[in-house]
């Protein structure tokens, strides 16, 4: 009964990790399968921001510290996702 409980709190872990990793297909949508569009034509091109500046951008845009005129529809995309969360995707793009 104990392995039962323990593979089940461990897949459900997994899961909810997994859940709440940032949908990069969302972000490709505007910003190109490989970040190197401006977005709406107004955006930075991500894929030459290095890490730090994705992260810190796209933290910004959640607490409302950062943005220009695409601050409205970056707030709604990033809002949903923990700091951890941005974190690790800015570690998937940009130099």
Aim: glycine content about 12%; charged content about 20%; hydrophobic content about 40%.
């Amino acid at each position: 009964m104990k392995k039962i409980v323990i593979a089940s709190i461990a897949t459900l872990a997994m899961a909810t990790t997994s859940m709440a990793a940032v949908n990069a297909g969302a972000c490709k949508g505007c910003h190109g399968a490989d970040f190197s569009k401006h977005a709406l034509g107004k955006s930075k091109v991500v894929s030459d921001m290095s890490h730090a500046d994705i992260a810190t951008a796209l933290k910004g845009y959640k607490d409302g510290s950062y943005g220009g005129p695409m601050k409205g529809i970056m707030k709604g995309q990033v809002n949903k996702y923990s700091d951890a969360d941005l974190d690790a995707f800015s570690q998937t793009v940009g130099k």
